[in-house]
């Protein structure tokens, strides 16, 4: 029961998660003003790439690479509460162990592109990792409030004492903390101006310059997932508390922001980057800090 | 008054043990490794029956098995090179003197190994090539000793007596003076920030197989100390206890933040070390049973996973004669047992679950969210932050990119891969079953019982939420044999030469080596040279001038010519004279 329940939530996620990406490939396009491509897109390319013959390797590590991505990220969204109904293994998902969980999927890809020894991907690593400086600390430092005044970092129960009313939920009590959090929530998709590990147009698509067939197929399914976990967290720290259905509309809508606020963006450099977060953001948290103490 | 029996027994068995293996190595080289591996195992056994006779309380306990695993690994690493003689005698020195520091009750005995280990230390780090990282040693830890005996001599004055609980029958006040000038001794001992200077000089200068020691070990005496000062000041601590957790958790973000910019990799070991060890210190200050049980938790693991990465490099270094990460690369295809253990190692340094590094940051940050200051918390995530940056610079300039080395080179020396699979067992079994460790020190803590907290071996229970770690283990081992599944089902693949990439139509000489390696963290160098430029070090440079202008101004006085001296007498004649009439005489 308990295994089915987890293997089937992971298949919604992978599925939604591609469907997400195809819309907002659809989304990008009319914002261009161009066609673009079929809402199913990312179905067929990432069939087309599994079944690909023979993709190029570069190694051992290079092949676990996007594995250890994979798997990470299928690891992490065991421990986060999907919904209301449905808390998998939330009985122990605490904050911190999902926080740390997060963080394999990204190594994994790091370590797989390190052995592929293209400068291309070295460089979108040393860059992805710190960037990491900044929206990780600005995310941690955003939910300090609600833990403080929930006395719990058990997800599920915080993602619980948001149900009820409209003003019981953080997005409403906490309102700095969750810009703040939106705008982390933002370099963790990997957004524009937060585009700095991939920048196609700069460093050649960065980690992912050497992958092909099913390695890059693996990494496009991590990418799916990932969608979901990172604006899930945000979903459940500040939205929380609805039905399986309203969680997903609501991971849907946080994320169909962020692609609009991408496709009219340019690109930081990187240390401005992180010189934007210890500004703004990390500013507003603290003022929701301070406002919460006093 | 006596200093304690079994440590002198401790003491003496290892050094003769050290002898021994001198005049082994003396004869032979062979004969130097098999009898020092020999005379190794047998100290370690007489310690471990010595202990298991007279059965020392929880955390001691604990100290002896994590210093004994460091000790025979890195003596593995002493025997499976070419290793000068005078180096197992003196390490053997350490060693014994370190598990003669542990087993001690009283101050007297305290001092003499403290100082005997720092002796032994300094002598094996000046006898290599580099001696400058022995002097700053000996400078740091001289100090931290005088400081100590200072203690000692406070506390007979005022009781008379050298053991422990002579601490109780001090005042108050006296007591906290006391216990302060005994956490100091210790945090320069572990490193803490305005006292780390020497660390990363001595870990780099220090023979390989010492440097394990000296990371796990050594520093571990220094874990026990503060402990031990933190646990004899009970509830009068909490006062000073924010300052110490300050000070640590300044040392873990700042020595995480020098990490990211060494291009040495026993530099950059030497400062993650020292940033672990600041969770250690931030644990101790906040003083609650929660905090106190995962600073020691994360002691073990730190002396586990940071020996562990010490122990690969020594074998690197044995194998290419070098630690300079910009050299180095690629070395994953000739030596992949070593890239895993070190892929182990620094997963476990940045706290990723299934590891031994993820509880004891678990129970601190649990102690931090109940402890309630923002920034303290804040700051640690920070430093865990960095600790991930650093460990992938780590693993991938030493083993991945492309093979930067003119010829081959083989796995490490049997006796080093022992060594790491010493390691890897307890990494990956307590990262499961972290209540294994807590058990040991379930009574000593007890007595600082703020929050409520329980374990069983796999779950740890706070007032915050419940995790059972096997859980998570399990749940993290399933999906990936489901990703490995994925992953070959999807059929074969076609491997490639590392120079056969994507280069934007750009032809590649094959001289050419394409790795972006040096200065890896750029970004981080240039724009945080704000924060980077006021280092310590040059506040003691300035120290150091300051005492060469007073030191010139004495010499001065000083000067060596009689006519000086006469106008000193002359003026000497004058004092007097006005002393004795009270005044300016009068003459009219």
Redesign the interface.
């Known amino acids: 029961m308990f295994v089915v329940k987890a293997i089937l939530t992971a298949i919604l996620v992978i599925i939604l998660g591609l469907l997400y990406g195809g819309i907002a490939r659809k989304v990008t396009a009319r914002v261009h003003r161009r066609y673009g491509p079929p809402f199913y897109q990312n179905f067929i390319d990432v069939l087309k790439l599994?079944s690909k013959?023979?993709?190029?390797?570069?190694?051992?590590?290079f092949?676990l690479g996007?594995?250890?991505a994979?798997?990470g990220m299928?690891?992490s969204l065991?421990?986060l509460p999907v919904g209301r109904g449905n808390p998998l293994?939330t009985?122990?998902g605490?904050l911190?162990?999902l926080l740390?969980?997060i963080?394999?999927a990204p190594?994994g890809l790091?370590?797989g592109a390190?052995?592929?020894?293209?400068?291309?991907a070295?460089?979108g690593?040393?860059?992805g990792?710190?960037l990491?400086?900044g929206y990780?600390?600005v995310f941690?430092?955003s939910v300090?409030p609600i833990?403080?005044d929930m006395?719990?970092?058990?997800l599920f129960r915080i993602a619980m004492a948001q149900s009820g009313s409209l003003s019981s939920l953080n997005a409403v009590r906490y309102p700095f903390s969750f810009a703040a959090a939106l705008i982390s929530m933002h370099a963790m998709l990997g957004e524009k101006p937060f585009d700095q590990t991939v920048a196609p147009h700069e460093i050649?698509s960065g980690p992912m310059?050497?992958y092909g067939?099913?390695?890059l197929?693996?990494l496009q399914l991590y990418h799916a997932i990932a969608i979901i976990v990172e604006t899930g967290l945000v979903v459940t720290f500040f939205l929380g508390g609805f039905s399986m259905p309203v969680f997903f509309l609501l991971t849907f809508v946080l994320f169909i922001m962020a692609v609009i606020v991408n496709t009219v963006m340019p690109r930081f450099r990187?240390?401005q980057a992180?010189?934007f977060f210890f500004l703004l953001p990390l500013v507003l948290a603290v003022i929701n800090?301070i406002i919460n103490a006093g | 008054m006596m200093v304690n029996q079994g440590s002198i027994l401790i003491f003496t068995t290892f050094i003769l043990a050290g002898l021994l293996t001198y005049f082994l190595a003396r004869v032979s080289k062979m004969s130097g490794r098999i009898g020092g591996a020999l005379t190794g195992l047998f100290s370690i056994i007489f310690v471990y029956l010595f202990f298991h006779i007279y059965s020392l309380p929880g955390v001691q306990n604990l100290m002896f098995l994590l210093i004994g695993l460091v000790y025979v690994s890195s003596l593995f690493l002493l025997v499976s090179k070419e290793t000068p003689p005078i180096q197992y005698l003196l390490f053997s020195g350490a060693a014994g003197s370190t598990f003669a520091f542990i087993n001690g009750l009283d101050f007297i005995t305290a001092f003499i190994f403290l100082e005997l280990s720092t002796v032994f230390v300094f002598l094996s780090i000046v006898s290599g090539d580099r001696k400058k990282g022995g002097f700053l040693y000996l400078l740091f830890n001289g100090t931290g000793g005088l400081l100590f005996l200072y203690l000692l001599y406070f506390i007979y004055m005022k009781t008379g007596r050298f053991d422990y609980s002579a601490i109780a029958f001090l005042k108050p006040d006296e007591k906290i003076l006391a216990l302060t000038i005994g956490f100091l001794t210790f945090a320069i001992k572990m490193g803490t920030m305005p006292f780390h200077i020497w660390q990363p000089y001595a870990y780099r200068d220090a023979d390989n197989g010492i440097t394990v020691f000296l990371s796990g070990a050594i520093s571990k005496i220094g874990v026990f100390g503060a402990f031990l000062m933190v646990f004899l000041q009970g509830s009068s601590f909490r006062i000073s206890g924010n300052v110490y957790a300050y000070l640590g958790v300044i040392t873990a973000v700042l020595a995480g933040l020098y990490a990211l910019l060494q291009e040495d990799a026993k530099r950059l070991l030497a400062y993650s070390s020292l940033s672990q060890l600041g969770y250690v210190v931030i644990g101790l200050g906040l003083a609650n049973s929660l905090s106190i049980s995962g600073a020691i938790l994360h002691a073990v693991s730190h002396g586990i996973f940071e020996s562990l990465l010490f122990l690969v490099v020594g074998a690197v270094y044995i194998r290419t004669k070098t630690t300079d990460l910009n050299k180095l690369?690629?070395l994953?295809?000739y030596m992949?047992i070593s890239?895993i253990a070190l892929?182990f190692g620094i997963?476990a340094t940045?706290?990723?679950?299934p590891t031994i590094g993820?509880p004891s940051?678990?129970m601190l940050?649990?102690a931090l969210?109940i402890n309630?200051d923002?920034v303290l918390?804040?700051l640690t995530?920070?430093a865990s932050?960095?600790a991930?940056?650093y460990s992938?610079r780590l693993?991938?300039s030493i083993f991945?990119?492309?093979y930067t080395l003119k010829e081959k080179v083989g796995e490490a020396p049997f006796p080093a891969l022992a060594g790491m699979v010493f390691f890897l067992l307890p990494l990956l079994i307590l990262g499961l079953f972290p209540g294994l460790v807590l058990k040991f020190i379930e009574l000593p803590v007890v007595r600082f019982g703020l929050p409520d907290f329980s374990f069983t071996p796999a779950t740890l229970k706070t007032?915050?939420?419940?995790?059972?770690f096997l859980?998570?283990g399990v749940?993290?081992i399933a999906?990936?044999v489901?990703?490995?599944l994925?992953?070959a089902f999807?059929?074969?693949?076609?491997?490639?030469p590392?120079k056969?990439?994507?280069?934007?139509a750009e032809a590649i000489e094959d001289e050419r080596i394409?790795?972006?390696?040096g200065d890896?963290?750029r970004?981080?160098r240039?724009?945080m040279n704000f924060l980077l430029r006021h280092s310590i070090q040059r506040f003691y440079r300035r120290l150091f001038n300051l005492f060469g202008v007073i030191g010139d101004g004495i010499s001065r006085i000083y000067t060596g010519d009689v006519r000086t001296y006469v106008y000193f007498i002359l003026l000497f004649i004058l004092i007097v004279l006005f002393k004795i009439k009270g005044g300016f005489p009068c003459l009219w």
């Open positions: 599994f013959r023979l993709p190029t390797s570069h190694g051992v590590m092949e996007p594995v250890m994979f798997g299928l690891v065991m421990f293994f009985f122990e605490d911190f162990v740390y969980l963080v394999v190594l790091a370590l390190g052995q592929a020894s293209n400068p291309n070295t460089i690593i040393a860059r990792l710190t990491m400086i990780e600390f941690f430092v300090l833990i403080k006395h719990t970092v058990n050649a310059v050497e067939g099913k390695f197929g693996l990187i240390f992180v010189q800090i | 690369g690629g994953i295809t992949p890239f892929l997963i940045s706290g990723i679950p993820f940051k678990w940050y649990h969210v309630g923002p918390l804040s995530f920070l932050i960095l991930f940056l992938f693993v991938y991945l990119g492309p007032p915050l939420a419940t995790v059972n859980t998570v749940v993290f999906w990936f489901v990703a490995i994925v992953y999807a059929g074969r693949s076609r491997w490639l590392v056969n990439n994507y280069t934007a394409l790795h972006y390696t890896f963290y970004f981080i240039r724009d």
